[in-house]
Nanobody, 124 residues
């Protein structure tokens, strides 16, 4: 079992930056990958970015490439999402996810642990 707790959401103006964090506890040695997804009102949950725990390889949606960066701190069992050049369309609830088996990085159905979500609002 893994427990995930997100932090760092908030309100920011367009062009600004925010950093989200996700602290993992429990059977952390079993973590294979972690990802960030987001869900805007009335829309489905979309893949943002993911990281393979073993070697730090990252995968990102085209919409955030060059603006968002995922990283991990293995010693602290924490994943960060640095978001720069934010746009109003980035407004959503951001969810941290983790899984303890191999699978697709971009599919939410391949993650078996989820955080509670944190709101990110970008004003124009």
């Amino acid at each position: 079992q893994l427990q995930l707790v997100e932090s760092g959401g908030g309100l920011v103006q367009a062009g600004g930056s925010l950093r989200l964090s996700c602290a993992v506890s429990g059977r952390t040695f079993s973590t294979v990958a972690m990802g960030w997804f987001r869900q805007a009102p009335g829309k489905e949950r979309d893949f943002v970015t993911a990281i393979r725990w073993r070697d730090g390889s990252t995968y990102s949606a085209d919409s955030v490439k060059g603006r968002f960066t995922i990283s991990r701190d293995s010693a602290k069992n924490t994943v960060h999402l640095q978001m720069n050049s934010l746009k109003p369309e980035d407004t959503a609830v951001y969810y941290c996810a983790a899984r303890d088996y191999s699978g697709s990085y971009s599919s939410q159905h391949e993650y078996n642990y989820w955080g509670q979500g944190t709101q990110v609002t970008v004003s124009s």
